[in-house]
Each structure stands twice: as structure tokens, then as C-alpha cells.
């Protein structure tokens, strides 16, 4: 009976360190992955493509650049920076002093002031 028990006994903690020694191994796996990805996207995001266009009269006073791409748009001024968010390409960014005046009309946008 003695025998049994002792065998059993090593057999779960043979079984344990085993299965602690997976779940290094899979979180170490995980974290490798998870670095390869934001490097990836770090890398790639300095890819991205964007055109400025210098404000001649199209837009408000205020804005001296501007660019937009697939649902975002960019509005550069003296005070800073204006991203503006929406779910469909904006045909004329001058919707933008619109969006500042309303504060709210379907679009989420970030100010950054320098």
C-alpha cells in the first residue's frame, strides 16, 4: 500500500512540474509573439503614407496644414494639433470647423495643444 502511494505521489508532482514547465514555455511563446507584433506595427506605422496640404484659403484661418486618409483627418495650427475621427471619408475637410462649433456631430475627434 506503502508502494502505491509513494507512486502515485511522484507521479503527480512528476505531473505537475511538467505541466508548470508548459505553461512557461506557452507564456514565454506568447510573449515572444506579442513582441514580434508591436515591432511590426511600430515599424509600419513610419510607412505610412500622408500628403500635407498647406491651407491657401481652403480652410479655416486657423488651419496652416492638413491630411486625411480612410477615417481620420489632421488639422495643424499654431495652438496644435486636431484629429478627427469618422466612419466615412470626409469629401471636404472643411467640415471640421462645423465639428467645432457643434462639439458634437457623429465624429470623435482629439485636440492636442503645444
Not at 512540474?17 to 505553461?23: A, G
Not at 500635407?52 to 491630411?67: H, I, R
Not at 486618409?69 to 495650427?77: K, N, V, Y
Request: glycine share 6%.
Amino acid at each position: 500500500m506503502k508502494r502505491i502511494c509513494l507512486f502515485v505521489l511522484t507521479v503527480l508532482l512528476a505531473a505537475t512540474f511538467f505541466l508548470s514547465d508548459i505553461r512557461i514555455q506557452t507564456n514565454v511563446l506568447l510573449e515572444n509573439k506579442i513582441r514580434l507584433e508591436k515591432s511590426i506595427i511600430v515599424e509600419n506605422y513610419g510607412r505610412i503614407p500622408l500628403a500635407f496640404t498647406e491651407n491657401l484659403g481652403q480652410y479655416d484661418s486657423q488651419v496652416k496644414f492638413t491630411t486625411s486618409g480612410s477615417g481620420a483627418a489632421m488639422f495643424f495650427t499654431q495652438e496644435g494639433t486636431t484629429f478627427l475621427f469618422h466612419r466615412r471619408r470626409i469629401s471636404r475637410p472643411q467640415r471640421w470647423i462645423e465639428t467645432r462649433k457643434n462639439r458634437y456631430s457623429g465624429r470623435a475627434g482629439i485636440r492636442h495643444e503645444l
